[in-house]
């Protein structure tokens, strides 16, 4: 479970980094279109969160399991974020 916004981006730092050393191309492809946070507005965070969810859509057989639950919890974190009432 991620708890506050330096774990979150830890993770996700990590996941970059591990597929980097792999040549992951499909989860760099769609991650990096929000990673680095370019803004931290919500229109930001919206971005990060669709990246996310395209590397689980489009590259999830490039993942390990580890990593699959990792960016899980990369996204569930954002989304209780970005849609919070």
Known sequence: MIEDNKQLFSSIQGLVEAWCDRRCLRALRNILRG??????????????????????????????????????????AIENAVHRP
């Not at 971005?47 to 990369?74: G, H, I, N, P, Y």
């Open 35 to 76: 990673y680095p946070l370019v803004s931290p507005l919500t229109d930001g965070w919206g971005e990060l969160l669709t990246s996310l969810q395209d590397v689980r859509a489009f590259a999830r057989d490039e993942l390990t399991v580890d990593e699959q639950k990792r960016l899980d919890d990369c996204i569930r």
